[in-house]
């Protein structure tokens, strides 16, 4: 039988990648294929992967941003309001002490009469309530 095929086999060591027998040309043809295949396929793919990282940073920072004025925003919103409190607080406190001192100078100065009412009179039955 003769071949009618024009290309040759080429032996190949057992163990490797070809044992089947390509020939030469299929081999080289091969190579240049899977070069080939890398730039029109991996180039893309690594472009892409990089745009993709690329929004995914500058949405992450933007999103931050917006969080952070956010916080800000209630943060102040929510110092005001306990300030507005605690100015409640404190005009309250004074209305307080106002009444306690007119209260208390009253009391003091009612006991104060008692015990020299007493000291003076000495007498034991007087007794010093404050009203």
């Known amino acids: 039988m003769a071949s009618t095929s024009n290309?040759?086999?080429?032996?190949?060591?057992?163990?490797?990648?070809a044992t089947w027998r390509q020939p030469a040309?299929?081999?080289?043809a091969s190579k240049k294929c899977v070069a080939s295949r890398e730039f029109s396929v991996a180039v893309p793919v690594m472009l892409v992967f990089?745009?993709?990282?690329?929004?995914?940073?500058?949405?992450n920072r933007?999103?931050?941003?917006?969080?952070?004025v956010e916080f800000r925003a209630q943060s102040r919103q929510m110092a005001n309001h306990?300030?507005?409190?605690?100015?409640?607080?404190?005009f309250l406190l004074e209305q307080i002490e106002g009444f306690l001192?007119?209260?208390?100078?009253?009391?003091?100065?009612?006991?104060?009469?008692?015990?020299?009412?007493?000291?003076?009179?000495?007498?034991e039955t007087s007794p010093c309530v404050v009203a």
Do not use: M, Y
Request: aromatic share 10%; proline share 3%.
């Open 101 to 123: 001192s007119h209260e208390l100078g009253k009391a003091v100065t009612h006991c104060a009469t008692c015990l020299l009412d007493r000291w003076l009179n000495q007498s």
């Open 82 to 90: 306990i300030q507005t409190r605690f100015e409640e607080q404190e």
């Open 7 to 17: 290309i040759r086999s080429v032996a190949v060591p057992p163990g490797t990648a």
């Open 25 to 28: 040309a299929q081999i080289v």
């Open 62 to 68: 933007w999103e931050q941003e917006e969080s952070l």
């Open 50 to 59: 990089s745009l993709f990282v690329f929004v995914f940073v500058k949405a």
